[in-house]
Nanobody, 122 residues
């Protein structure tokens, strides 16, 4: 599975941005999928996941209520809708996919995409 993230950019605090992650491979729909982020000088952290078939979502507390993860299986694409963005959301965002249980912030993906940079100005 190859993943390609896109949609990053510069946005003002309070604004919105939608990230996309397009995947290759026929079985992408069956994989659990998610997003991580890495801010400058910090470790990569979990953001959100969505299960492959049932579409069950799980969010980090820091983004709950502001971010929404979704997927379009026929298009082999996953999204991260980000609203009410804060400067502390500034990071490189990575999409990922895998088979392990995704209803946890300790999710370990099998596949990673390249990152897309999101910068939130104050």
């Amino acid at each position: 599975v190859q993943l390609q993230a896109s949609g990053g950019g510069l946005v003002q605090a309070g604004g919105s941005l939608t990230l996309s992650c397009e995947a290759s491979g026929r079985t992408f729909s069956t994989y659990n999928k998610g997003w991580f982020r890495q801010a400058p000088g910090k470790e990569r952290e979990f953001v959100a996941t969505i299960s492959g078939l049932a579409g069950i979502t799980f969010y980090a507390d820091s983004v709950k209520g502001r971010f929404t993860i979704s997927r379009d299986n026929p298009k082999n694409t996953m999204y991260l809708q980000m609203n009410s963005l804060k400067p502390e959301d500034t990071a490189v965002y990575y999409c990922a996919a895998g088979t392990r249980n995704s209803y946890t912030s300790s999710w370990l993906p099998d596949y990673w995409g390249q990152g897309t940079l999101v910068t939130v100005s104050s």
